[in-house]
């Protein structure tokens, strides 16, 4: 995220964004991604429903920063891409294509936010899907004649996983996901990530919570839950820590081998943790996986009320129904009926009927 405190930072002190020593670890790779949390522009305002706090544009000069650290392609499916509006949307892919850095998962249309970028390394055929399961005021899907982010219909993106296999290409599927500062998955989440990989992807990388999250193993692929924040300017001491995930993919598909880097981030900026495999965040990685694994039913039921909570939390500040419809209807039944009516207030039902109201009645 290269707005705010970390925008001013950048044209104040740019020599702080050199990033030498991650710049020469990431030199090693030959395809390095990356989530871009905000668009890139000069043009367009501020979504009216959207905190102002959290409406996101960065400088096109502030580019400079993904050319440094090398990185190739950038996801735009998050949920902050259209804080300035379809304008800031389409310059954001112009500068983008001015800086020879690829995108993926937003666009002028559908067809455009859920086309997979295509490339090939090394005689193997990679393709990369982008999806986005978190939204904010500002989020809006891609339509047939109208910009937005990709879909995040989870049988599409399955179907797209299957076609790319039968077609010979390795699928990394990148989506922004999850509760924000929360060490734990959403349990429908990690019931998605392997439904993906059953379908023929080698790897799925989430972000979205600020957090770094487990990873978890599963039929030869790996599921990166979150890899919490890189450049940002959050207070918060877990989201200050993160790291860079590397993985060799395998010409049948799946994880040949993989290795993590723990960073910390210092004044917004990224640098890696001395402490490397020994400290807090690889510790968080390399255990979390399997401490999943082992929890049961009634703390997964915790956590989803905690994902419905954050629901509630959104419908009834941003006056939009939009946030329910990101969960499958299933995690409903998961969180009880009680739940529901406990959580979605008076007030949020006075102001649904009133939007049906309007719109069946005039």
């Known amino acids: 995220m290269l707005d705010r405190d970390v925008g001013r930072h950048f044209f104040e002190q740019p020599q702080d964004f050199a990033f030498d020593d ?103 055929k990679i393709a990369i899907l982008s999806s986005v399961m978190i939204y904010s005021a500002s989020t809006e899907r891609a339509g047939r004649n109208s910009a937005g982010v990709a879909d995040y219909n989870i049988k599409k993106l399955i179907k797209n996983i299957k076609n790319l296999r039968l077609k010979g290409y390795q699928v990394i599927v990148t989506i922004h996901w999850g509760i924000e500062y929360c060490f734990y998955p959403i349990p429908y989440q990690r019931n998605f990530a392997r439904k993906m990989i059953d379908a023929g992807a080698s790897v799925i990388l989430g972000h979205g919570p600020h957090y770094p999250q487990g990873i978890e193993t599963y039929a030869g692929a790996e599921i990166v839950h979150s890899l919490g924040n890189f450049i940002f300017d959050e207070p918060y001491p877990n989201a200050e820590r993160s790291f860079i995930y590397t993985a060799e993919l395998a010409p049948e598909g799946g994880i040949a081998s993989r290795e993590i880097f723990p960073v910390t981030l210092k004044n917004h900026c990224p640098h890696l943790d001395p402490e490397g495999e020994c400290g807090r965040t690889a510790v968080i990685v390399n255990r979390f996986g399997e401490v999943y694994q082992r929890k049961d039913a009634r703390f997964w039921k915790k956590i989803n009320s905690r994902w419905f909570s954050d629901i509630a939390w959104r419908i009834s500040f941003m006056k939009s129904w939009k946030f329910a419809l990101l969960p499958p209807i299933s995690f409903y039944f998961t969180i009880g009926f009680g739940n529901f009516f406990k959580k979605i207030n008076k007030n949020n039902i006075k102001w649904a009927l009133t939007q049906l109201k309007q719109k069946f009645v005039g």
């Open 22 to 124: 991650i710049a020469k670890k990431l030199a090693q790779y030959d395809l390095v991604i990356a989530n871009l949390e905000n668009p890139v522009g000069l043009t367009g305002y501020p979504h009216p429903k959207q905190d102002p706090h959290v409406a996101f544009r960065c400088h096109p000069d502030s580019l400079v920063v993904l050319k440094n650290l090398g990185v190739d392609v950038v996801t735009l499916a998050n949920n902050h891409l259209l804080d300035y509006g379809e304008s800031a949307l389409l310059e954001t892919t112009h500068y983008l294509d001015e800086s020879h850095i690829k995108h993926l998962g937003a666009g002028i249309n559908y067809e455009e936010a859920n086309r997979p970028l295509l490339v090939e390394i090394k005689q193997q």
